[in-house]
T-cell receptor, first 114, second 117 residues
Framework: AQSVTQLDSHVSVSEGTPVLLRCNYS??????LFWYVQHPNKGLQLLLK??????LVKGINGFEAEFKKSETSFHLTKPSAHMSDAAEYFC????????????FGTGTQLKVEL | EPEVTQTPSHQVTQMGQEVILRCVPI?????FYWYRQILGQKVEFLVS????????KSEIFDDQFSVERPDGSNFTLKIRSTKLEDSAMYFC???????????????FGPGTRLTVL
């Protein structure tokens, strides 16, 4: 079985300050992990993915995530938030041989304030 | 850049009616998926489709649901007799496919918001 837990349903930051969105995963097999972003009334856009290569993964728009097997975590970070980052972020897990169905976390709503 | 498209963007129907949600996956992709997101809840897997057959389905995907690839481009989700609880955003996704390697990214369409009255 596989699952992800997003520890915060809402995160609020000031523009220009760092962003940290937390995700812990559970998978019986070697996981692949993703972060997707959903802007209001838009579809799901891939931010970045981890697939057993480098543990520090760089994505679009300055986002990064680090895979830590010992902590079963895959937290998403960005050094400096922009207003345009306000959206809902989903941590997602799948694993090789699992048919590639994606299992989503419950999402974290990121609010960016002036 | 190629993208997954979905039509309609919003569908309103009466309970008990049949609806067909349409998706055009990225043209060279081989694996297709439907997910749904009930308002305020997380995105849930419904079904995956490869080589003209269902490869996996969730418990949600009961006999009221069916999928089809009627031609070389479209991928449809049919709900035979809609219920109030089918109201949700339905996302189609496609993946290029290299065997079952999970390294392939699933690309999502913008979604169809289904409202059942």
């Amino acid at each position: 079985a596989q699952s992800v837990t997003q520890l915060d349903s809402h995160v609020s930051v000031s523009e220009g300050t760092p962003v940290l969105l937390r995700c812990n995963y559970s998978s019986s097999y070697s996981p692949s992990l993703f972060w997707y972003v959903q802007h209001p009334n838009k579809g799901l856009q891939l931010l970045l993915k981890y697939t057993s290569a480098a543990t520090l993964v760089k994505g679009i728009n300055g986002f990064e995530a680090e895979f830590k097997k010992s902590e079963t975590s895959f937290h998403l970070t960005k050094p400096s938030a922009h207003m345009s980052d306000a959206a809902e972020y989903f941590c997602v897990v799948t694993f090789t041989g699992g048919g590639n169905k994606l299992t989503f976390g419950t999402g974290t709503q990121l609010k960016v304030e002036l | 850049e190629p993208e997954v498209t979905q039509t309609p963007s919003h569908q309103v129907t009466q309970m008990g009616q049949e609806v067909i949600l349409r998706c055009v996956p990225i043209s060279n992709h081989l694996y297709f998926y439907w997910y749904r997101q009930i308002l305020g809840q997380k995105v849930e897997f419904l079904v995956s489709f490869y080589n003209n057959e269902i490869s996996e389905k969730s418990e949600i995907f009961d006999d009221q649901f069916s999928v089809e690839r009627p031609d070389g481009s479209n991928f449809t989700l049919k709900i035979r007799s809609t219920k109030l609880e089918d109201s949700a955003m339905y996302f189609c996704a496609s993946r290029a496919g290299r065997g079952v390697a999970s390294t392939d990214t699933q690309y999502f369409g913008p979604g169809t918001r289904l409202t059942v009255l």
